[in-house]
């Protein structure tokens, strides 16, 4: 049989790309028919830099399933979205936490765990970066106002009239840090729409970025692997500060390599 070439021809990484149930979203009536939904933009940065995005549905039921679409993928890409839930790192909600979702987190966790695990590439944006520290073990700020006042304004919301490329503040990037060397900059002004943050950092990571004020603003591996989280929203900043598209084209490129790489040997 003659092989399929629009199959063998594409040989771009195919990066997973979680979703979010719609009725946890601001304003959605919770009549509306169960929906998996997710901003295009994530998307759109992922294909500009060179990959097959695969929109993850939150099959947090079908272990089987979910772990089957994993297999299937090169990299991953957590977006930002809705608040986790306090019970993923111990605590339990106060007021000030805003929607849940509880089917993403366990998704989303499984799929961080698993990843780290395999040393599959990941990169998480906002939630994202939290969901790398909560998977190893880290917490989170429910509210940074609320529970850490000291710490200076981070929720510059669309909602409250701020666009999304809003450059809120800079971030100073570790020396030696992987995001260093991919931006290859210093210290990098970033938007900033977030209203939790790291707490502990979870064992294993180096806190790459921080805040002004000192709160830690990226997180990555210390061991070498490509894991990287940013509390920023890059997808946004591309057209503001081309620099940032070097996040995704560095994810994309370990996940061809990790595509590329010779499997394990079996023991026999």
């Not at 970033?190 to 805040?211: D, E, Y």
């Not at 509390?231 to 061809?256: C, G, I, K, Y």
Request: include cysteine; hydrophobic fraction near 40%.
């Amino acid at each position: 049989m003659t092989p399929n070439p629009k199959r063998t021809m594409d040989q771009r990484p195919t990066i997973g790309i979680t979703t979010q149930t719609l009725h946890a979203i601001d304003g959605i009536s919770l009549g509306l028919p169960e929906s998996w939904v997710m901003n295009q933009r994530y998307f759109h940065v992922a294909v500009t830099a060179g990959a097959v995005p695969w929109m993850v549905p939150l099959l947090d039921e079908d272990p089987a399933t979910l772990r089957a679409i994993y297999d299937r993928l090169d990299g991953l890409l957590i977006p930002g979205g809705v608040d986790l839930q306090p019970s993923t790192y111990g605590e339990t909600p106060i007021p000030e936490c805003g929607n849940l979702d509880p089917a993403r987190d366990r998704v989303e966790l499984q799929l961080a765990r698993w990843a780290i695990e395999d040393g599959k590439p990941l990169l998480g944006l906002c939630r994202g970066a939290q969901i790398i520290n909560v998977a190893l073990g880290g917490s989170l700020y429910q509210d940074l106002a609320a529970q850490a006042p000291a710490y200076g304004k981070h929720d510059f919301f669309p909602t409250a009239g701020f666009a999304r490329d809003h450059l809120a503040h800079d971030v100073d990037l570790a020396p030696g840090s992987r995001l260093r060397e991919l931006l290859q900059r210093d210290r990098v002004p970033v938007n900033s729409m977030h209203h939790q943050g790291i707490r502990g950092l979870a064992p294993g990571l180096l806190a790459s970025a921080v805040a002004p004020d000192g709160l830690v603003e990226a997180v990555e591996s210390t061991d070498g692997r490509f894991l990287l989280g940013v509390q920023w929203h890059p997808e946004s900043m591309v057209d503001v500060d081309p620099p940032t598209a070097r996040l995704f084209d560095a994810l994309v490129d370990a996940a061809r390599a990790y595509r590329e790489a010779p499997l394990p040997a079996v023991a026999r």
